[in-house]
């Protein structure tokens, strides 16, 4: 069974990109996560040890991250948790990362502008004089059949 986490931090490292053997994007970066608590006896926050997590992101998720985090940003990231752990040199050797599924920036600590993505034309089957008509209107590559339903009607 797979877990699931959402983690608020910083991003710790510049997001690096790369392209999978499939050619799908891949995004990389690192996070930092540090809780935060009120020291009554001091009047002020501390903050605890951090934690640093890998995040992980692919295909359209990678392209829009790395147009869109900085190191330092503040973070909201969602997805599957993953713990790998292996032996180099009689060393163990643990990371700790986050498949993302979903990456924001905090909006309680600061103000964002969101830009939707332009997605690739949506393809469509459609009579000649429907081709040319509303469905570029509404994302629609439309390729024309060389059936109308006038030239329908000629041949009935």
């Known amino acids: 069974m797979d877990t ?3 983690v608020v931090g910083n991003a710790a490292s510049e997001v690096r990109v790369q392209m999978t053997q499939a050619g799908v994007p891949l ?4 996070m930092a996560v540090s809780p935060r608590r009120f020291d009554r006896d001091s009047g002020q926050w501390v903050s605890g040890d951090a934690s ?8 359209g998720l990678a392209e829009n991250v790395t147009s869109s985090i ?3 940003d503040p973070l909201v990231v969602t997805g599957r948790l993953r713990v790998r752990e292996w032996e180099r040199e009689g060393r163990w050797l643990t990371i700790t990362e ?9 909006l309680a600590r600061g ?8 997605r690739p034309a949506r393809l469509a089957l459609v009579a000649d004089d429907v081709a040319a008509g509303a469905t570029a209107d ?3 590559l439309a390729i024309g059949t060389g059936n109308s339903p006038e030239r329908e009607e000629e041949a009935a």
């Open 27 to 30: 995004a990389r970066f690192r």
């Open 70 to 72: 900085d190191k330092g």
């Open 111 to 118: 103000v964002a502008e969101f830009r939707r993505v332009a």
């Open 138 to 140: 509404q994302g629609v």
């Open 52 to 59: 640093f997590y890998t995040i992980v992101c692919f295909r």
């Open 98 to 106: 986050i498949d993302a599924s979903s990456v924001g920036h905090d």
């Open 4 to 6: 699931y986490v959402t």
